[in-house]
């Protein structure tokens, strides 16, 4: 008598766990709002004027959500704390000109890769740099957390040479007022330095070949999904082209043409 009455209690209990859990699956997968962590100091993918953030990453993560029938809203944080903010949901997806990397996706999914970038170095005009085989030794500047440090340290940089700051501008001010010898950096951005700035210039060959995709948290399901389909549906609009237009000048050294899953181009490390 007294298992019946307990088995009598306990299935609607179960019952409603069961509804319960089944309702937050729905909701996360028809989720029509989401929150999109950004720094703003890696031009031009990302960067903010007079309280307006905008770049290459903003147009774009609101162009897949508005194709995805999605409204975006950006939270600016640190690059350092994207990952973080993802991990602890505080964020639905990120865009940083995040590298796509083995260590990164245990922590969070990513989106198909949506830009081809790699490391270069980044000297002023004078120097008697040549490429990255002439750094040991010299001061190099770079953000913090990024892959740059990764690929320094294992590439025989000694860590005290490295200078690592919050944003990238204060690596470039480093380099510019003496306090650093060269910054390494992804391509793009230093490209985009050295055509406001002639005093400097790139040297060697590219350092890496390596992927960018939209950091998307683990607790938002189905999100990465959904990324997939907007990268996919503007691309085919010519919108994915019109930003290279907007931001590269048109070239599309960056672009990626096909579809490059994460696990097939996440950096080993």
Known sequence: MKNKSLCAIAAPLIAGLALSMNVTAVS????????????TTFPPFETEVNGKVTGFDIDMIRAIAKAEGLTVTIKTLP????????????????????????????????????????????????????????????????????????????????????????????????????????????????????????????????????????????????LDAKMNDGLAKIKKSGEYHQLFVKYFGGDMSGAVDGVEKPADVAVKD
């Open 79 to 222: 690059f350092s704390g994207l990952i973080p903010s993802l991990q602890a949901g505080s964020i639905d997806a990120a865009v940083a000109g995040i590298t796509i990397k083995t260590s990164r996706m245990q922590s969070v999914d990513f989106s198909d890769a949506y830009y081809k970038s790699g490391l270069s170095v980044l000297v002023k005009d004078d120097s008697k740099i040549t490429g990255f085989g002439d750094l040991k030794g010299h001061v190099v500047a770079t953000k913090k957390a990024t892959s740059s440090v990764d690929y320094m340290t294992s590439h025989g940089i000694d860590p005290q040479y490295i200078k690592q700051f919050q944003d990238i501008d204060s690596a470039y001010q480093a380099l510019e007022t003496n306090g650093a010898d060269a910054v390494i950096f992804d391509n793009p951005v230093n490209v985009n330095f050295k055509t406001q700035h002639p005093n400097v210039k790139t040297v060697g060959a590219l350092l890496t070949g390596e992927y960018y995709g939209i950091a998307v948290s683990k607790k938002a399901s189905g």
């Open 28 to 39: 996360a997968a028809e989720k029509t709002s989401i929150v999109v962590g950004a720094d």
